[in-house]
């Protein structure tokens, strides 16, 4: 096993996604990456932007978002219940709070507390493709995008078509005595609707979800919806909808206060609104206004037969307006915007809160010089807790020949406070605390790439600062957790990356991706009786590879990531598909967690051991 982890270390693919053919590499290259600001090729790309396609998510062994981000070098994914029911995403070692959560380019990160952002009414079968961007991201994105950013893009198409995907897993073992009769087990389905017309197109995706857990307490049940629309009023005047809902109701033992949370249960729902639109309004100048909402309620009943006690009840709302600009000279493109956004909460152990944020930017980016791609601008930002803060950033890439690329990258970002941060009043366990002052950090980040055709190796260094880092931490276990301020958080590492397909023959091909990333944090002045939730189990190594081997109409895939956290025992997770298909069909069968390992990724909650899963998918062409 050591030998295996040796190699991984030496090869590895933090952001090689080879495709099968040299069509969908070209494909690939196609994509472009809006950011909500300028426009940029995938393939002009100055900073470490990593795809996964749906094609990508079609040949994975998983069951939803949270699942197909385990496989994204940088990413660390720490679920506390299994079926996408709920997980904390950070990424290069950062806390679950510092990565921002988009939807099409619309920021849905929960004010509450990040445990809810991953709260997604898109079934896998609606995504277009996964746009995870690593390291500061204030200029693009504005405040709360410390480490990183992750844009889900869901799918258009100029066809009419509906997929549904059916599938059914058990671990086949007993149930736990008290929690019913049978055994573990449980089902999904989804549903995607494409209508097409000449100046129109409509998305429609539906999901549900069932399982009885995976162990005492832990069933998840959930359904979702979600629309997209696209109205072309003429070639200049375009208009975009959104709009979806999940409701997810979950067995919560362990999650938050283990061991004497065995019987809690939290049922959580989540509404999404945008309004968008753009107008060319000269050849040159081009303007994008979006409004947007979002919705929160929170239950969670810390005795899941008794609410007459130790229940907690939130309601969040968020607005937020948005007007994005680009002007293209001579010279090379310019970006201007401005952003305003009002958030609240309504709490039974937090209270009633509201606070607002605006905001501005400007950025410049160009490929006049030869060779060199640059982008350069700022963010400014006012926050009514916080007050003022700019955001200066800088992405530079230089073409050393026609397949190298080297690539710099340099910014700041802050995190501000979630209410939970600030007003939590949930004791014995957790209290918040209103003194805290916002996260600030710098980080920069250097990288090499070498691309040729579906082949493609890249190795990267970064560094960042975080001052006024946030932990959770407490000197005893008679006392509650509580966050405070400390000192600079400093944490540098690398990663080096792998990626090709080959063409066995004209009945087969063989593709690969591995990817190695090393963390290491500083050390922060905690007394020596102090416990800390957060830092403690910092991703240290993370080790990720995976295979797929196409015969005629068959294919399988084998994934495997092997994880490390600070002062944590490693685990290494192998999962598996074999699938046979045609143009309009396939069928398959997953095996999670091969090798039966016991782990556990957050807080008190071991994750499914041995899962198997039966599936189908099927397209129907209008």
């Known amino acids: 096993m050591n030998k295996i982890l040796l190699s991984m270390l030496m090869l590895a693919s933090a952001s090689a996604f080879a495709q099968e053919k040299k069509q969908d590499t070209t494909k690939l290259n196609e994509i472009v990456i809006s950011e909500n600001r300028l426009q940029t090729p995938f393939n002009k790309l100055a900073r470490n932007i990593q795809l996964v396609t749906k094609e990508d998510i079609a040949k994975m062994p998983v069951k939803s978002i949270n699942e197909v981000l385990s496989f994204v070098a940088g990413a660390d994914v720490r679920q506390r219940g299994p079926f996408g029911t709920q997980a904390d995403i950070s990424i290069d070692g950062g806390t679950f709070e510092q990565t921002l959560i988009l939807l099409n380019g619309v920021k849905i990160s929960d004010v509450q507390t990040a445990h809810h952002s991953m709260n997604i009414p898109v079934p896998l079968s609606a995504i277009e493709r996964i746009e995870v961007l690593k390291g500061p991201a204030a200029r ?23 997929d549904v995907n059916l599938q059914a897993g058990s671990s086949f073992e007993d149930k736990a005595v008290g929690d019913g009769s049978g055994i573990y ?19 429609v995706g539906f999901g549900l979800t069932d399982y009885n857990g995976q162990r005492y307490n832990s069933s998840t049940y959930d359904h979702k919806f979600f629309y997209q629309g696209n109205i072309d009023f003429d070639a200049r005047n375009k208009l975009n909808l959104m709009g979806g809902y999940i409701d997810n109701a979950f067995g919560a033992s362990g999650y938050y206060a283990a061991p004497g949370d065995k019987e809690a249960f939290e049922i959580v729902e989540t509404a999404l609104l945008a309004v968008g639109s753009s107008h060319q309004l000269s050849n040159h100048f081009s303007l994008r206004p979006r409004v947007s909402a979002r919705y929160n309620w929170d239950d969670y009943r810390y ?20 007007v994005n600009s680009t002007l293209h000279t001579g010279i090379g493109d310019f970006g201007f915007g401005l952003e305003s956004r009002s958030e609240d909460i309504e709490s039974t152990n937090i209270g009633n809160r509201e606070r607002y944020n605006h905001g501005a930017y400007a950025e410049y980016k160009t490929e006049a010089l030869n060779n060199l791609l640059l982008n350069i601008g700022t963010y400014i930002n006012y ?20 397949k190298w690329k080297l690539a710099f990258n340099a910014g700041s970002s802050q995190r501000i406070p979630s209410f939970t941060d600030l007003y939590l009043n949930q004791r014995p366990g957790n209290i918040g605390n209103p003194n805290l002052t916002s996260e600030n950090a710098w980080q920069y980040e250097l990288s090499l790439q070498y691309k040729l055709e579906s082949f493609q190796v890249q190795g990267g260094y970064f560094y960042r600062n975080i001052s006024d880092f946030i932990d959770w931490v407490r000197n ?24 090709q397909s080959l063409g066995l023959s004209n009945k087969s091909s063989l593709n690969y991706q591995l990817s190695y990333n090393y963390l290491h944090a500083g050390e922060i002045s905690y007394a020596n009786n102090v416990t800390s939730k957060y830092v403690l189990e910092n991703l240290k190594h993370q080790a990720l590879g995976r295979l797929i081997y196409k015969y005629t109409n068959w294919q399988f895939t084998l994934g495997t990531r092997w994880i490390e956290r600070e002062l944590k025992k490693p685990y290494l997770i192998t999962d598996i598909r074999l699938l046979y298909g045609k143009p309009q069909w396939n069928i398959y069968a997953d095996v999670t967690n091969l090798f039966n390992k016991e782990y556990i990724e957050v807080a008190a909650v071991p994750l499914p051991k041995r899962w198997f899963s039966l599936g189908a998918n099927y397209r129907f062409a209008l």
């Open 140 to 162: 693009i994105y504005g405040i709360n995008a410390l480490t990183g950013a992750i844009n889900i893009v869901t799918k258009t198409s100029k066809q009419n078509t509906i």
């Open 185 to 203: 087990s449980g089902s999904s389905a989804q549903l995607a609707i494409n209508m097409a017309g000449k100046k129109s197109q409509h998305l």
């Open 303 to 322: 005795f899941r037969n008794d609410l007459t006690r130790a229940r907690s009840l939130h309601q969040t709302k968020v607005w937020s307006a948005e």
């Open 383 to 402: 926050n009514t807790q916080y007050g003022w803060q700019a955001f200066p950033g800088l992405d530079a890439a230089y073409l050393l020949a026609p």
């Open 476 to 499: 005893s276990a008679a006392v509650p957790y509580q966050p405070q301020n400390f000192g600079n958080n400093k944490i540098q590492g690398f990663n080096v990356s792998l990626g």
